[in-house]
């Protein structure tokens, strides 16, 4: 696992020590790549205060408009939540998120995305990400200030990040996982031909779309899997 792989993603923060704690929390375990996601407050005196001397995190920070853009480059996104959702999402605990990276190849990149503060991520944000984890607590205040909860994932990741067994295989390029625009781009295009074969309808799609969202996700398609998938809704289209 090469932690400057991994990016850490601040859906909607709104409160700039949080933004500063974070930059800091993560340069103690030697992560770098802070992406903001429609902060909604500025980064300056008291981020940096916060920051105490992380400053390179938030001088090299990236900002986004929204989560898809934030994530597009990745081929493994990991939603961090307190909360279990209503269309339930695969989870992996803290421990199981830090074995898979390990397994993962070195260009691999990966982002965990950390919500709002006071409504944490949306149902459409969570379905946007491969996985979701949560952060053992007491069950009856489980929710973490959000630079913590960046403390303790991280922790959970540098101190395993040598555990890789030697001998793990590179995969061959057509295996490698695809990266969420290209997944983004096969939903759009499943979408469009379900609709225009009546099997989806826009007017009342359902959960249909979540729920295909949810198996697809969970397979982790390479860039080959994804050619054939595309390659079949572009035959079935053309046969209309
Ligand atoms: N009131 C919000 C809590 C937001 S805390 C809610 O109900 O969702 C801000 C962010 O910190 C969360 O979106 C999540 O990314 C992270 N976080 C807080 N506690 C966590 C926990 N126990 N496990 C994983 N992430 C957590």
């Known amino acids: 696992m090469n932690l400057q792989n991994i990016k850490i993603v601040m859906v909607g923060t709104t409160h700039p020590g949080n933004i500063g704690a974070a930059a800091r929390a993560m340069h103690n375990m030697c992560f770098s790549e802070l992406t903001l996601v429609e902060p909604q407050c500025p980064v300056g005196e008291i981020a940096y205060a916060r920051a105490s001397g992380a400053n390179a995190i938030l001088d090299n920070r990236q900002t986004c408009g929204t989560l898809g853009q934030a994530i597009s480059d990745c081929s493994l996104v990991v939603a961090a939540s307190a909360r279990r959702r209503s269309l339930s999402w695969p989870e992996l605990s803290p421990l199981e998120l830090a074995d898979k990276l390990i397994g993962m190849d ?3 990149r990966v982002a965990l995305v950390f919500g709002r503060e006071h409504s944490g991520l949306n ?8 996985y979701m984890t949560c952060i053992p607590t007491n069950p009856d205040f489980s929710s973490l200030n959000l630079a913590s909860a960046i403390q303790v994932l991280c922790y959970e990741l540098f101190s395993r990040r040598n555990a890789k067994p030697a001998g ?3 995969p061959e390029p057509q295996d490698l996982p695809a990266v969420s625009q290209e997944v983004d781009g096969f939903f759009e295009h499943l ?4 609709e225009i074969s009546r099997f989806l309808d826009p007017e009342n799609p359902g959960m249909i ?3 295909l969202r949810r198996l697809y996700l969970r397979s982790e398609l390479t860039r080959n899997e994804i050619n054939i998938l595309r390659g079949m809704l572009t035959a079935l289209e053309k046969q209309r």
């Open 123 to 130: 149902n459409e944000e969570i379905q946007m990400c491969n």
């Open 209 to 211: 779309m979540q729920r």
């Open 191 to 194: 979408q469009r031909v379900l």
């Open 168 to 170: 793990i295989k590179q």
């Open 106 to 108: 070195d260009s691999s």
